[in-house]
């Protein structure tokens, strides 16, 4: 019995959670919606789009981290104020990097991201034509 | 399709050869794709296991802010605060954050060695702070307020603890992520040379 318990203690260690939880409640536009249901779909998009920062694998829109929250309130009260989402964006890239958002811009490093699948759509039609064209010769 | 079979038997033509060449397109293609993504994903800067998201505002001034006192009897921080001519850390902090503990001697130690140390208090509630310092030490001269963590947004930081070395014109100079362990002092205080 007495050698279960180590065992258990550390499994019970490592279940905590990874990001400790402050004991301030959520910021009043984390989840609270726009009243202008424009505004809302504006900020919903947005907030879909920016990566939390703290879970890394979800967009704020999705994610319960603190951070999360407050950065979904930050973009709640911009776009309130009349901003608009791009620049709130931008606002987010200049400090976090490109990698702060979903929706990179096209420069000179994404670029394949956007053309590299015509590129290669293009070439597959090309091999394919030169196919048919032989079978017929044949 | 039957009759077409004893043309498909190769025969090593130059346009025969030029056609096999053609096939292994693809499978090119496919490699320097497939190689692209292998190394984005474990040796690029951007990648989803740089766990550290560094701040871009390194080398550039502070964002505006005007904090409120995290204590009572202790001033909040603004940007003007951080642009005094001589350099100065700028600690973001919070007193449920458990690696803030550990970083707490090596604050101390850098306050002896006559450093000047700013505090942004992260969603924390006064009497929260003033238990942390009670405890842990307390070597910070302002302690700003950020309830929502529109500061540190504003700063590139994406988690406590996070150190900044700002020069005396308020501009961000080095970013340390993350505790401040005894090694990392001397790294600190460079900077902090550097920036003078």
Known sequence: MKRLIAPVLIA??????????????????????????AQEAEAKELMESLRCLVCQGQSIADSDAE??????????????????????????IQRYGRWITYNPPLDTVTWPLWFLPLILIGAGVWLARGRFRRRKES | MTDEAPMAAPTETPTAKKKHLVLWVPLAFAVIFFG???????????????????????????????????????????TADLATGEPKLLNVFASWCVPCITEAPQLMQLQNAGVTIEAIAIRDRPQDVYGFLQRWGDPFNRIGADPNSQAQLALGSSGVP???????????????????????????????????
């Open chain 1, 67 to 92: 951070m999360a929250s407050d950065m979904r309130a930050l973009v709640r009260e911009r776009i309130a104020a009349g901003e608009n989402p791009d620049d709130i964006r931008d606002w987010l």
């Open chain 2, 162 to 196: 996070e150190t900044f070395v700002i020069d005396g014109n308020g501009v961000i100079v080095h970013q340390h992520i993350g505790e401040i362990r005894p090694e990392n002092v001397p790294e600190i205080l460079n900077a902090l040379e550097n920036a003078r």
């Open chain 2, 36 to 78: 692209f993504f292998a190394y984005a994903l474990y040796f690029g800067t951007d990648s989803p296991q740089q766990r550290a998201i560094e701040s871009q505002m390194v080398g550039e001034q502070v964002p505006e802010m005007d904090l409120d006192p995290a204590v009572p009897g202790r001033p909040g921080l603004r």
């Open chain 1, 12 to 37: 019970l260690l490592a279940a905590m959670p990874l990001h400790a939880q402050s004991r301030m409640p959520a910021a009043q536009w984390a989840n609270q919606q726009l009243p202008d249901p």
